[in-house]
């Protein structure tokens, strides 16, 4: 399986775990079962950082977002959002921040709304100059560290149940 349409069905998983919190396992073995967006190996990698990490991405996000709160920010925007930044700092490859951008710039125009795209793509490039120049080379250090296991269902299993997010309440578009 491509990577592109790799990161295209973690990210359906993503997005339908954002409505079932806890159950990113099962999505995963429904998607395998049912050989419909399925998630492959990597996918799951990416699952694993984006549910043993999401707290993490988070607190690296919202530190980027003018006049938005977490809370406001449409759940297709959040969940790449955080995929990527998952990806990007907590992943096992490195230097590939501007794929990984890319990639998920792509996943928001195929989903998201009309120039949602502009949105995330802002967020992601303020977080990539900083990391590629600004951060602190300790904080830069603990992020690398941080590397996704090889074995992610193990991880999966014993990773904390996030709480639901809410829905914006109004403008549905970034």
């Not at 920010?73 to 700092?89: D, G, H, K, S, Y």
């Amino acid at each position: 399986m491509k990577r592109r349409t790799a990161r295209e069905n973690a990210f359906v998983a993503a997005f339908q775990e954002s409505f079932q919190p806890g159950s990113m396992q099962e999505i995963i073995d429904t998607s395998r079962i049912e050989n419909e967006q399925e998630v492959d190996e990597f996918g799951e990698k990416l699952l694993i950082g984006f549910v043993l990490h999401r707290e993490e991405a988070d607190k690296l996000i919202e530190p980027k977002l003018k006049n938005w709160k977490m809370n406001r920010i449409p759940r297709v925007c959040l969940v790449a959002l955080e995929l990527a930044v998952t990806e990007m700092f907590f992943g096992d490859e490195e230097d590939m921040d501007s794929v990984v951008i890319n990639e998920a710039v792509e996943l928001v125009k195929k989903f998201g709304g009309e120039e949602d795209y502009q949105f995330v793509n802002g967020v992601l490039g303020s977080i990539a100059r900083e990391r590629a120049g600004q951060l602190p080379e300790d904080e830069l250090e603990s992020a690398q560290q941080n590397t996704i296991d090889e074995s992610p269902a193990d991880e999966l299993e014993n990773a904390p149940e996030d709480t639901p997010q809410s829905e914006p309440e109004s403008d549905p578009t970034c």
